[in-house]
């Protein structure tokens, strides 16, 4: 139990629309990260927020925003959606005190139709 | 730019064998080296982490080691169970906690 939850589960958007993913954990980490995994492929690293600040993006596009709260909670928002974003998205938290260990949630199946 | 690759892709065992699998990465500087599990449309479950420092961690039946100067990491399984089929996957953390992940290997345990 990583204690990181992720909300919802799954989701069904038609290209063009807007979606937001959020995500939380019980502790109140400062850091967390969003990546996505298509099908079959390892997840690739979207972006990170420390202290409600971005802190490092990888190679996707601005349509892919994010946010983080004062209670750490984070939401990924991806407008004018491609058939390409449908993919699993995973959140994690990162425990400084494991330097850097990350703990997952258990994703949002989003897929675009 | 950092590249992780796992090898096998797919690895089908009877149970009761010990594995290994195994992961190389290109860029040596990296922090450290997260192995992971999931399950089919599952999250990912940390099963070990090696600080950069350090050469191997254990956990029950688990066992995995880090060669920084080959860019090599390898997962040992002892005494395989049908609940270890899963798809394993690595990754290593650069700065600022970025994971980058292996495709991963995709094991099956069969009675």
């Known amino acids: 139990e990583t204690g990181v939850t992720q909300s919802p589960t799954h989701l069904i958007k038609t290209r063009g629309q807007q979606v937001t993913l959020r995500c939380s954990s019980q502790s109140g980490h400062n850091t967390v990260s969003w990546y996505q995994q298509a099908l079959g492929q390892g997840p690739q690293f979207i972006f990170q927020?420390?202290?409600?600040?971005?802190?490092g993006r990888g190679n996707f596009p601005p349509r892919f925003s994010g946010l983080q709260f004062p209670n750490y909670s984070s939401e990924l928002n991806v407008n004018a959606l491609e058939l390409d974003d449908s993919a699993l998205y995973l959140c994690?938290?990162?425990?400084?005190?494991?330097?850097?260990?990350?703990?997952f949630g258990p994703g949002t199946r989003l897929t675009v139709t | 730019k950092q590249e992780v690759t796992q090898i096998p892709a797919a690895l089908s065992v009877p149970e009761g064998e010990n594995l290994v699998l195994n992961c190389s990465f290109t860029?040596?500087?990296?922090?450290?080296l997260q192995w992971f599990r999931q399950d089919p449309g599952k999250g990912l479950t940390s099963l070990l982490l090696?600080?950069?420092?350090?050469r191997e961690q254990t956990s029950g039946r688990l066992n995995a080691s880090l060669d920084k100067s080959s860019g090599r990491s390898t997962l040992y399984i002892a005494a395989s169970q049908p609940g270890d089929s899963a798809t394993y996957l690595c990754?290593?953390?650069?700065?600022?906690?970025?994971?980058?992940f292996g495709t991963g290997t995709r094991l099956q345990v069969t009675l």
């Open positions: 990754a290593g953390t650069g700065t600022a906690s970025k994971l980058t």
């Open positions: 927020y420390y202290r409600e600040e971005e802190n």
């Open positions: 090696i600080q950069s420092s350090q």
């Open positions: 860029d040596s500087a990296i922090y450290n």
């Open positions: 994690a938290i990162t425990t400084t005190g494991r330097m850097g260990e990350q703990y």
